[in-house]
């Protein structure tokens, strides 16, 4: 995976991406949004924003940030928000890399990536840059299709590896990957869209002063796989 053919890939779908991948991943954007709308008034960033599907969806008190490698994806999502978002709820939309965001550190009080961490070249620096602008004591959530424990679909998967450049993404990217660790601590894990064959994984980023997310921290749930 590399930048240029994430490029190629998505310049691709741009035109098609809400008819074809919509209806898919809408379960799991819902459901994202149900968990960052319990927080009203924050300043969230999203990751891979593309074509803005989530945006209508935020709290009308929410302030969002998005990002994209993709301008195509992207100029959809502006049509979009001027659409159909309360004025000044969408602060920006741009063009950057995941793995090397342009804001301060602490900038923003959650994060959502959703569909993004099999897309990106290193999973680690994306991680890393997220936990970076968020506050601490935010919450990071990380929407994804993680690789399937039933043997012959795994298989399927790994036979599939080589057409990431062409896809856009990895389709064998296992959840283990992911980190669980002090100061990043996995809060739980959800399954999501089609038979649970996306899930979504909520992080606390470390702890404020107030405790942030800790009353939390003791609840995680086992991803059926």
Request: negative net charge.
């Amino acid at each position: 995976m590399d930048l240029a053919s994430i490029r190629s890939a998505y310049r691709r779908y741009a035109r098609y991406y809400d008819r074809v991948f919509g209806p898919v991943f809408a379960p799991g954007r819902h459901v994202a949004m149900e968990m960052l709308n319990q927080k009203p008034g924050q300043r969230i960033l999203e990751v891979g924003v593309g074509t803005g599907l989530s945006l209508p969806d935020y709290d009308p008190r929410t302030r969002v940030v998005g990002i994209d490698i993709s301008p195509e994806m992207l100029d959809i999502a502006r049509d979009r928000a001027e659409r159909e978002c309360p004025e000044g709820q969408v602060e920006d939309l741009l063009v950057m890399d995941a793995e090397a965001l342009e804001f301060p550190d602490n900038s923003f009080d959650s994060i959502a990536c959703m569909y993004v961490a099999s897309v990106v070249p290193n999973p680690d620096r994306l991680i890393s840059e997220m936990r970076r602008v968020c506050r601490p004591g935010g919450d990071i959530l990380i929407l994804n299709h993680f690789a399937s424990r039933n043997p012959v679909l795994r298989g399927l998967e790994k036979g599939l590896r080589p057409l990431s450049k062409l896809v856009g993404f990895r389709p064998d990217m296992d959840l283990d990957t992911l980190p669980d660790h002090e100061g990043f601590q996995r809060l739980a894990v959800h399954n999501t869209n089609l038979f649970g064959y996306w899930k979504l994984v909520h992080y606390c980023n470390g702890t404020d002063d107030e405790g942030g997310s800790d009353d939390a921290a003791a609840v995680k749930t086992a991803a059926a796989r």
